[in-house]
């Protein structure tokens, strides 16, 4: 471990939504958690010199830079925190893994599997040198979760015969919400698709332990103009009716597509932002041969478990709440029955992280499970153009974790 | 209107669950409703003599018979319903519509689209002599569901966006379940595709007032090999471990398809029974830019109703509990929060039956709107083939209702 | 049996609400049960010649009459079964009984304690004749409530700690809805008390297989004039601002009370018509030292179970879909998760009841068990007038069943 | 305000559950909100050195003590923030007062009435010269309980008729479980009826801006003697059949009560630790005129309301998902649909705490808001006692905030 003191100096790039939860789960892992390094909050980095100052002061930061390469490189940073949109995840993760610095890279991976390649392979180049790279599925460690991969990987459901995955949101039902970055395919590389979408792949992934083979996908833009945001630059502009300048929508509004899972299953995946009601309702059931489980984030303390194994008269879904100190990383939380919230998924995930960093193993989800998402990604965008059934790209052997 | 004083001889051709359930609502319909004909329980019919005259004592039927021709020509009938297995439908309802007989056709109308477009043409034909022809999708009966059809059509909904379906059953995840002819592809057609999936697809298109125009699908069987029932015969038998007889199952165990609607949406469906521990669950959703409405039929008092129209603090799903007497159906029933439970949408349907054909209108779904739906299931069926998107064959123009 | 050739002949006073839900009941059961006695409709009676001839002809009773000395006294009766208000109950169960008629009488058993127990005593004395009696609580034949009481008596549950039960109603929130024979004490006894709230002693006592011995109450009348009924009369009217007929209310619209059981479980209990939204809320919570139960009568296909045995990381709440053919009643019924409705619990009651006499033995509940919860009706009123905790008189022993 | 620069230098005392979760929040808020103080995290007391060392490193305090008198005295403190037992709340804040020192108060304020109106009366007096105290019930600031009041006080509940509230807890239902101090009347002054029991009743009077006037009562110790805790001293210690030493438990298992509110509305109170399978069930639910609300705790980002002014046919209790921007405390968190926890209504009521201090207002609830609910709970022990309807002592007029 490069850790000084048992020390970790964590660089975090990009200070936004991302940046904020990651900030508060920094900031409390060492509090709830005992860890083997401490963690310090050393450097945050932004364009915008006055917004990051800002954002260091409020967020709790030491110091703060507009140089991304001056933190990837600075003696006095130990972790690598990549915050930002997904077109510079790649160039930064790069350096980041050069410089011999420990990345944390939010998802996706990439806005290419070509790009999700090439920090996989330098991601296995300096394993070699202990440094340690994960990829920031937050939601395997919402405990529910981490309970279902637990009764999966028990046996407790037998063997896995359906999946059924969906992240709906409504934010951008409104055709005059703003043409944002998330809506840029040249920013975002896809809009749901590989936003929640990502998400609902690795998850299910992970609760199972099978990967995806193939899919069949649908992907759709409803609305296909918006307004510019105030203050942007740089795009094909054009003017609405009201002579409001406006600009083409570069990625899906939605994708819908069913799959097949190495194991055997069959499954069907949603993404959408056109969900009306529906804020942040990743939700998902899987059904074995001896039960089934159900999920919702939106209720993320709770786990739906059915034991098919019990009388006949008495099945049914259980509500497990699950804030008891059995459960995954709750021992150190409230009492039972005194829920957590979104953010905690963070600090469960930092815990890990610091843990796995100083302890000298390597944290998951790798950039090769990472890859193994970008690859799906893939796999459904080219079936939507495709109108076919398509097979998912294998990772190479070598970039395995 | 072929009733004699205003009575409606109704002879029924199988008297098994359907026939059961039909025979609940045939006896009530009149007990509830106020309507212009009285419905007689004339005649039942069965292949076994004893089994069908017990029966027919058991359910409240006059007379009985083995001979289905014979009640399908009788002059003492006015109305046949038809609740047999799928690979009867065509004949007894071509039969039966040639006789000048009203015909009530259990779903999917039948096994195959040769058959539903001779079952379409035939009730077009018999509809120019006043001979009504109506296929048994229930669940539009059901009150919540009318009333979501009522929301969407009133443009509570807005534009249609998404429409996700299933219906999940678990009856056969045992592999010891024997080979019922169900799982038999000469008499049901399909499994759970044609079962419970037409159903969905009935229930969503009728909903939405849009018709599915493509879709790409994935089915499985994942149990391909059963015991024969007892007493079972002309199955090609094998013997298993045990030496007991075995046979091969030819139908689909669970359908998953992505789908567009002519109105723009995209579209999730899913039929399976093997989602362990989900008993009778259809469920849909279905998201507008307005609003959105959500339905489970092991609850079907209720449905949920967002209306995002609202104040945004004050928008949420309501659960309407589905019994006022200004809802579909129920101000015949009972005061406000007793509810009624699945058979209620059999005496809903003879209710509209008998209320059509006695005022001489025709009655919905139509066979054509139920041959629609049978080149819906004949489209996933080739997809899931082809392994690529398939287009809906379209209906002949001259055999709409 | 005073039953002919297997046969039981029915005569039933009143046909409103209650009448309905009966002959719904009375039709059906002889179709869904094997029993060892037919049901026959032979007469209904009403005060209004042409109303009780339209509702025999509705309903399906072969005839009907206004005199229901004459039906109680009838040699072509064998069943009298009361539907009236509370009134009449005792004058009418008094003379059925000393004619040697079989009693079915709806609850409250009757408006008075000192009626309850005339009552029982008459029920007493016929019963060495083999006439039978019972008092139609129906729902405690609803699947899921026998199905508690079941768990309950098998020690599932341990010793039982809490009660808490509502019946929550809001048909009359409106002040101008109108002064209706259930808002008059000496039609209906007491108000919310005794029309919802009985149901909800009977349930609990039964489903716990414990007494309440004593109670603190409060009630109220929140709205203490109203409109008079169109055609009301006999009424000590006033006139309200708008010149309107408006009369007193003489019964509660609430009644809260704490309570004892004689197990040792300490209780709450609440029957109310102006709960705003809910519409028939009767819920149930019962708390033991081993597990829980929870039941809502707006979704009475289902119940939770709480197993406190099971390992702490997977314990919650159950969902059991009440509709599997080991459970309670539903064998006769559909497949599993198809659910059933209010009105079920009558049929169900009376299988039981025609089981019961044609086998020669006792129904239950007694008269005996419905004048225990008249007793605690009568507590819960004096507690209220008496601003103190109230003991439960106690049943003499005699005339206990 | 007695702030230097701008910074509110805390000082805690007590350091288990509460402290902790105050300590989480005291480092949070300023992250998350502007305030117009920056609040220190001073120092911290306990009994025991090495552990309030161990403490105050792990939560992030700048100092540790073992005497709260020095603590409370310091000149570089400015809040006193009371995390102890009940029996030291009188002494302790009596003492910061006189110091001049702001002070929160856990809840409930004080094990008796006396005590509480000597706090009440001190906070009077220290308000004079510009110091603030309150007390911690830190469920007032759960956003979807904030919004529930907002509805009431915006008239959208119309006349309030019902309120009915319950906190279940199951943590003492093993008889074997230790005689911890929370299970003693002199260390808790109440068992359940203080700890859980002042929140429900402090939050329907927060939530209906009505009091409560009267109560009729029943307490119950279902279990009487239990196992010492471990290096317990002190307590008259008897030996149960293993040897083991018991003792006796003081307070309350369980409290249930029935109340009016001044407003007119009846009430149902209960407050448990033997509700098996709830484990933090704090649930309310209050029925109007014009609508009704439903909160549960376990589900705390979430509000049902009922709004019985919609046409009858869509009405439904709507189930918000309170994380939208427009709803209290949320702007600063995060996007919709992304949940918070039980800590954050403790950053929230630091947030009002350092902005009414920091601006030279009372923030609420005060001490004699506080005295209020101690007034209630003597109510209800009186009437346990009595068992006799008992009506809540009127504060002293001018000892009101």
Redesign the interface.
Same mark, same amino acid.
């Given at each position: 471990m490069s850790t000084h003191d048992n020390v970790l100096r964590v660089g975090m790039v990009g200070y936004a939504?991302m940046g904020a @939860?990651h900030?508060?789960a920094w900031? *409390?892992v060492? +509090?709830v958690y005992d860890l083997p390094a401490q963690v310090r909050m050393a450097l945050v980095c932004g364009r915008d010199e006055p917004k990051v100052a800002e954002a260091a002061a +409020?967020?709790?930061w030491d110091g703060h830079t507009t140089d991304w390469r001056r933190l990837v490189e600075s003696d006095e940073i130990d972790v690598v925190d990549i915050c930002t949109p997904g077109d510079s995840h790649c160039e930064i993760a790069l350096a980041a893994l050069a410089a011999g610095k420990h990345v944390l890279c939010e998802k996706p991976l990439a806005n290419t599997v070509e790009e999700a390649r090439q920090m996989t392979a330098a991601a296995a180049r300096a394993r070699t040198a202990g440094v340690r790279a994960m990829c920031g599925f937050n939601y395997r460690r919402v405990p529910a979760v981490t309970?279902m991969r637990r009764l999966v990987a028990d046996g407790r459901l037998g063997e896995i015969?359906?999946v059924?995955a969906?992240y709906?949101?409504?934010?951008i039902?409104d055709p005059q919400f703003p043409l944002v970055w998330r809506l840029q395919k040249d920013r975002a590389g896809s809009g749901a698709l590989g936003d929640i979408g990502a998400h609902i792949i690795d998850l299910t992934q992970y609760v199972t332990g099978q990967l995806i083979t193939g899919v069949?996908?649908?992907t %759709?833009t409803?609305v296909k103009e918006r307004p510019l945001p105030a203050g942007s630059s740089g795009l094909a502009a054009q003017a609405d009716g009201n002579g409001r300048a406006t600009g083409p929508v570069t990625v899906d509004d @939605?994708a819908?597509?069913?799959?097949?899972l190495d194991g055997?299953a069959?499954? *069907?995946y949603?993404a959408?932002r056109?969900? *009306?009601?529906?804020?942040? @309702?990743l939700r998902v059931?899987i059904?074995?041969?001896?039960?089934?489980v159900v999920f919702d984030?939106?209720? $993320?303390?709770e786990? %739906?478990?059915?034991?098919?194994t019990r009388?006949?008269?008495?099945?049914?879904?259980?509500?497990? $709440?699950v804030? %008891?100190p %059995?459960?995954p990383y709750l021992s150190a939380w409230?009492?039972?029955?005194?829920?957590?919230?979104?953010?905690?998924s963070f600090t469960h995930q930092m815990r890990d992280f610091v843990e796995a960093v100083a302890t000298g193993v390597d944290p998951t989800p790798s950039f090769a499970d990472a890859l193994q998402v970008q690859l799906v990604l893939d796999a459904v965008t080219r079936?939507a153009e495709r109108?076919?059934?398509t097979e998912v790209e294998p990772a190479l052997a070598e970039l395995a974790a």
């Amino acid at each position: 471990m490069s850790t000084h003191d048992n020390v970790l100096r964590v660089g975090m790039v990009g200070y936004a939504f991302m940046g904020a @939860a990651h900030s508060q789960a920094w900031r *409390t892992v060492n +509090r709830v958690y005992d860890l083997p390094a401490q963690v310090r909050m050393a450097l945050v980095c932004g364009r915008d010199e006055p917004k990051v100052a800002e954002a260091a002061a +409020r967020l709790g930061w030491d110091g703060h830079t507009t140089d991304w390469r001056r933190l990837v490189e600075s003696d006095e940073i130990d972790v690598v925190d990549i915050c930002t949109p997904g077109d510079s995840h790649c160039e930064i993760a790069l350096a980041a893994l050069a410089a011999g610095k420990h990345v944390l890279c939010e998802k996706p991976l990439a806005n290419t599997v070509e790009e999700a390649r090439q920090m996989t392979a330098a991601a296995a180049r300096a394993r070699t040198a202990g440094v340690r790279a994960m990829c920031g599925f937050n939601y395997r460690r919402v405990p529910a979760v981490t309970l279902m991969r637990r009764l999966v990987a028990d046996g407790r459901l037998g063997e896995i015969r359906h999946v059924r995955a969906v992240y709906l949101q409504d934010w951008i039902v409104d055709p005059q919400f703003p043409l944002v970055w998330r809506l840029q395919k040249d920013r975002a590389g896809s809009g749901a698709l590989g936003d929640i979408g990502a998400h609902i792949i690795d998850l299910t992934q992970y609760v199972t332990g099978q990967l995806i083979t193939g899919v069949s996908a649908v992907t %759709e833009t409803f609305v296909k103009e918006r307004p510019l945001p105030a203050g942007s630059s740089g795009l094909a502009a054009q003017a609405d009716g009201n002579g409001r300048a406006t600009g083409p929508v570069t990625v899906d509004d @939605a994708a819908v597509f069913v799959a097949r899972l190495d194991g055997g299953a069959l499954a *069907t995946y949603e993404a959408t932002r056109f969900a *009306t009601g529906r804020k942040n @309702a990743l939700r998902v059931e899987i059904n074995g041969s001896k039960g089934s489980v159900v999920f919702d984030l939106e209720r $993320l303390n709770e786990l %739906e478990f059915l034991d098919a194994t019990r009388p006949s008269a008495e099945q049914g879904f259980s509500r497990i $709440l699950v804030t %008891e100190p %059995e459960h995954p990383y709750l021992s150190a939380w409230w009492p039972p029955g005194h829920i957590i919230g979104y953010e905690h998924s963070f600090t469960h995930q930092m815990r890990d992280f610091v843990e796995a960093v100083a302890t000298g193993v390597d944290p998951t989800p790798s950039f090769a499970d990472a890859l193994q998402v970008q690859l799906v990604l893939d796999a459904v965008t080219r079936s939507a153009e495709r109108a076919a059934w398509t097979e998912v790209e294998p990772a190479l052997a070598e970039l395995a974790a």
